[in-house]
């Protein structure tokens, strides 16, 4: 099904869409005659003897210099090929596929300057599936994410590589294959191609959408946990959290009681339980979790709007003045991406300390060591725990604000960038580690549960337990972990780990 996108107010659940999925999208064609208005409009200047930057003269500190009108064209291709320099792993389909969308969007605002073919390339190129090559390393996050960008602009040139088909081809080849047209860049077009902070934002919202996954799968291991241990729910209760009146601690608390209701585990110690209180991992998720979450919520917003914002340079205005600025400065998205790192990292360590329970018998109330049946014979989840610990150090260290660390390049003219792109990368590292925290709770808390018995979960943390053993088994005695503990990972980072639970129970992103 392919999505059709109204530049201005492109919905998170859209872009979500197309991460996930890989749904091809293309602008509705009302935007269509805005789009060609603005680029006559280039046209037009590109024409005259008045310098305009960036569509008769050099780029950045070359700003200076004019170029002939009969140079244009040219100027726009050795802009694109100088800038295509970027270093390392390719970025993966689905990024790249969200990257062009977001351009798309940037572009059918009507304020770029370029023509038609550009557009409908862009689309088309979705539509068939051929995806740029661009290297993951070279953006500072100012001027725009200038490197990645031209390896996505190279590719409709017919230059630079793309992946079709399962094949990694020639940019020129890959056109060919899918039964299209490289473009002549005329005035500007190389510019607007290049100036803007698409790649940043697809890269921030990956790290969203992956962190706001794993935040939900937390919070259903973190009630198989709360009843593994025989916590109490009682800290959950709604009086509580409204009292306070942050709206992430309210709904997950309510996505708690909904998980843990119907439980004969916490039925069975309401009454006679010598405990007065849990220790914080356990009785203050709401509080960690939802604070998260607010993050997460406050994040959504931000990159909502960067993603329907135009953000090359220069642009052309309402009144038909074309004006250079710096919207292709990438300061929110830098923001943005630092505070999902926070998140993240919390997300995590708070999962680890309720895995460290889980396996140390002074504070698991009654299960064995390490989860083992038959502890000192086996080690259980013992190295399971180290491994969680090991994650979760991890994300702290890159959990450094990426957004302080400004330098200056391009002969200082641009003397302060955002860092927004590498800050909004890292995030995929620290979202795969905290699946692979939460998926090693999972296995923890479904081992402690099933140590309960004849005692049965809520029904809803039996469908999450059924999820979980459907591809990892009890673990009765020792045996190779490793398999474990990735099938565990991939049923969070999946999502089928949440599809387990009812609707409606678990916080949504956008609230």
Known sequence: ???????GSVS????????????????????????????????????????????????GKLASIRIDSADVGTLQRNLILSHCCGLGQPLSENIVRLILSLKLVSLGRGASGVRL????????????GVIPVIPEKG??????????????????????????????????AALQRAGLT????????????????????????????????AGQAALITGAMSTDAAMGSSAPFHPDIHTLRGHKGQIDTAAALRGLLAGSAIRESHIEGDERVQDPYCIRCQPQVDGACLDLLRSVARTLETEANAVTDNPLVLSDNSVVSGGNFHAEPVAFAADQIAIAVCEIGAISQRRIALMVDPALSYGLPAFLAKKPGLNSGLMIAEVTSAALMSENKQMSHPASVDSTPTSANQEDHVSMACHGARRLLQMTENLFGIVGIEALTAAQGVEFRAPLATSPELTKAIAAIRAV????????????????????????????????????????
């Open 1 to 7: 099904m392919t999505i059709t996108l109204h530049p």
């Open 12 to 59: 998170l659940k859209e872009l979500e869409t197309i991460y996930w999925t890989g749904e091809p999208a293309v602008l509705d064609r009302s935007f269509d005659a805005g789009i060609a208005k603005a680029a006559a409009r280039i046209a037009e200047i590109a024409a005259d003897n008045a310098p305009v930057y960036g569509i008769n003269t050099g780029f």
């Open 117 to 128: 073919a550009l557009v409908r390339l862009i689309e088309a190129m979705l539509d068939k």
């Open 139 to 172: 953006s500072v996050g100012a001027s725009g994410d200038l490197a990645p960008l031209a390896h996505m602009a190279a590719v409709m040139m017919g230059e630079g590589e793309a992946f079709f088909a399962g094949e990694r081809l020639s940019g020129g």
């Open 182 to 213: 490289p473009v002549i860049l005329a005035a500007k077009e190389g510019l607007a191609l290049i100036n803007g902070t698409q790649v940043s934002t697809a890269l921030a919202l990956a790290g969203l959408f992956r962190a706001h996954r």
């Open 472 to 511: 990892v088994a009890t673990l009765d005695e020792d045996r190779y972990m490793a398999n474990d503990l990735k099938a565990a990972s991939d049923l969070v980072s999946s999502g089928v780990l949440n599809a387990a639970i009812s609707s409606g129970i678990l916080p949504v992103l956008e609230a």
